[in-house]
């Protein structure tokens, strides 16, 4: 599991074969984050994280996906 702030990150994870998980900052948040397994807007600090190392295994992937935020471009294709 890679966690990447940045398109070329990802990418190069992804290229690799990894998992990855995308934190975003105010830099990166208008990039591409398809590729990812899931996009958040941080890790989180003490009592306030948005996702654990169990979160990372095969069967908790699926439910890390639901809670995290959907990439920008998700908006443009959301239904009413």
Avoid: K, N, W
């Avoid at 990802?10 to 934190?23: K, P, Q, S």
């Amino acid at each position: 599991m890679v966690v990447e702030d940045s398109r070329i990150g990802m990418l190069a994870a992804t290229a690799a074969g990894m998992r990855c998980i995308v934190t975003t900052s105010s830099y990166t948040a208008g990039e591409d984050f398809a590729a990812a397994d899931a996009v958040f807007d941080c890790i989180g600090d003490a009592g306030d994280e948005r996702f654990g190392l169990s979160d990372l295994t095969t069967p908790g992937i699926a439910a890390l996906r639901s809670h995290a935020r959907p990439p920008p471009e998700a908006a443009l294709f959301a239904q009413p």
